[in-house]
């Protein structure tokens, strides 16, 4: 039984959780957009694949806002980069040193916080129910913590 429980968690990650193609993106990263609920507008400074679709962070009046791509409009402006390039993009399969065996996973978040660049990973296996672990399968890591893998 244990080998099959270390195959789980060691190979899981293989599969992105949004099928064989990554859907696009409806805004880039410090895009502006525009909330017609609210009449007023922002910016993407993060996105994570959650529940199969898109959530994006955006920064308005000083909030940051999680919302699905129908609650917002792109302005396809960029806002002046406050922060460097990130080191990896959404897709990416890095390396994680979460135990005694470092594991590979799959950047499925991107957020910026600070001037820093904080990249989402799965941690445990989307076949364990959630509840007793955590309410989000997802660790944000910095840059320092993983290393590019090439798939």
Same mark, same amino acid.
């Given at each position: 039984?244990?080998?099959?429980? #270390? #195959?789980?968690?060691?190979? @899981?990650? #293989? +599969?992105?959780? *949004? ?10 990263? &410090? ?17 994570? @694949?959650?529940?199969?679709? %898109? ?9 940051? &806002? ?16 406050? !922060? ?7 897709? $990416?399969? !890095?390396?994680?040193?979460? +135990? ?9 978040? /991107? ?5 820093? %660049? &904080?990249?989402?990973?799965? *941690? ?14 997802? /660790? *944000?890591?910095? $840059?320092?913590? &993983? ?5």
């Amino acid at each position: 039984m244990i080998n099959q429980v #270390t #195959t789980l968690e060691s190979c @899981w990650h #293989t +599969s992105p959780p *949004w099928g064989k193609a990554m859907p696009p993106l409806a805004v880039r990263i &410090l895009e502006k957009v525009f909330l017609p609920n609210f009449d007023l507008s922002g910016y993407c400074c993060g996105v994570q @694949w959650e529940k199969q679709e %898109w959530i994006y962070a955006i920064v308005c009046q000083s909030e940051t &806002l999680y919302l699905p791509r129908q609650e917002f409009q792109a302005k396809n402006v960029l806002e002046k980069p406050t !922060v460097s390039t990130p080191a990896f993009e959404l897709g $990416d399969v !890095v390396e994680v040193d979460f +135990s005694e065996q470092p594991t590979q996973r799959i950047i499925q978040g /991107i957020f910026s916080l600070k001037s820093t %660049w &904080l990249y989402g990973v799965e *941690w445990r296996s989307p076949i364990l129910e959630e509840g007793a672990f955590s309410p989000s399968r997802i /660790i *944000w890591l910095a $840059d320092v913590d &993983l290393i590019s893998v090439d798939a």
